[in-house]
């Protein structure tokens, strides 16, 4: 069974940082790309970030460039986004995703908020 566990939100000030991790299990992870995908209070789902399986590219959207990093740990099976520099328009619950074949597969989340 596929599971994605994310874990590391929380409450944080403008311009602090927090580390989220995602813990996953039931597939080979170091054979698939895994993704961030935030949702803010009331609006839909925004992809955060990507990479690919070995580690080695990554992309993100314009809003988080500069201040996010995402990277994995394979022989952990875990993976990660680091976020400095935050602001209260980061406040959202985070998701990581991966596609398996044609499924797309989801944690239950965590928390952010960004606030004085």
């Known amino acids: 069974e596929v599971q994605l566990v994310e874990s590391g939100g929380g409450l944080v000030q403008p311009g602090g940082s927090l580390r989220l991790s995602c813990a996953a299990s039931?597939?080979?992870?170091?054979?698939?790309?895994m993704s961030w995908v935030r949702q803010a209070p009331g609006k839909g789902l925004e992809w955060v970030s990507i990479i690919n399986s070995g580690g080695g590219s990554t992309y993100y959207a314009d809003s988080v460039k500069g201040r996010f990093t995402i990277s994995r740990d394979n022989a952990a099976n875990t993976l990660y986004l680091q976020m400095n520099s935050l602001k209260p328009e980061d406040t959202a619950v985070y998701y990581c995703?991966?596609?398996?074949?044609?499924?797309?597969?989801w944690g239950q989340g965590t928390q952010v908020t960004v606030s004085s």
């Open positions: 039931g597939f080979t992870f170091s054979s698939y790309g």
């Open positions: 995703n991966t596609r398996l074949g044609r499924y797309d597969y």
